[in-house]
């Protein structure tokens, strides 16, 4: 499944060269994810669309952010039976909302916290930075955020808590991934553009990193 600034949805068979299915959207792909049977794609228009693939894709629902700023990405959790009921998605404003779709036991469920900014505040301003991908660990069901501010979090959403903060990494953390059995938090560091052109160099440092995560993102309640 691929999405576009064209205002395009399509979905493909690797073995094929054209698309299987070409859907014309409102507004321009922002980001989007994908974990059979659904999709989830975010808007230029703040719109989150869930698309159920069994058989024909198909739009199930139409979900309205709770974030006021630009999305820039989204991820889907599963609940406790591995099955996909919601979504994580992170703003340019240095906030995720989480947002349930199916069957949602409390709408107090679905809420948003702050996070990837400056710790205090100076002279009435605090450094807010974006929000560059989510990730959920497969089996604990917290999640990993990574940010323009050089650093990653890991949180519990049920409890509502952060459970870790990154030190200061070499640059920009671009994009993020936990593997299967949950054991290994993947990131890359790159400039982002956050800041412009004018910021961008060849010498800046580009890397990919693996980190041994699986008891720094277990729930508060499962640690000893």
């Known amino acids: 499944m ?4 064209d205002k395009t949805l399509k979905f493909w068979d690797t073995r094929q ?10 507004e321009r792909v922002y980001c989007a994810d994908m974990v059979y049977p659904m999709a989830a794609i975010g808007l230029a228009n703040k719109q989150v669309l869930i698309y159920q693939l069994e058989n024909q894709p198909t739009e199930y629902k ?6 006021k700023f630009q999305s820039r990405c989204i991820s889907i959790f599963c609940d406790k039976k591995n099955t996909p009921c919601g979504f994580g998605l992170g703003s340019v404003e240095g906030r995720v909302s989480i947002q349930y779709v199916n069957g949602i036991p409390n709408p107090k469920d679905n809420f948003t916290f702050k996070c990837h900014r400056s710790a205090g505040v100076i002279n009435g301003y605090q450094d807010i930075y974006a929000v560059n991908d989510i990730a959920f660990h497969p089996i604990h069901g917290t999640l990993a955020t990574i940010g323009s501010d050089c650093k990653y979090g890991f949180w519990d959403k049920d409890a509502r808590t952060k459970l870790k903060t990154s030190d200061q ?9 936990i593997n299967a059995r949950g054991e290994i938090f993947a990131y890359a560091i790159g400039y982002d553009w956050s800041k412009g052109h004018e910021f961008a160099s060849q010498n800046k440092k580009v890397g990919i990193y693996l980190y041994p995560c699986f008891e720094d993102l277990k729930p508060k309640n499962m640690k000893k």
């Open 169 to 177: 990494l070499e640059g920009p953390v671009t994009k993020c991934a």
């Open 62 to 67: 139409r979900v309205d952010s709770n974030l």
């Open 2 to 5: 691929t999405g576009s600034w």
């Open 17 to 26: 060269a054209q698309p299987l299915l070409t859907v014309n959207l409102s």
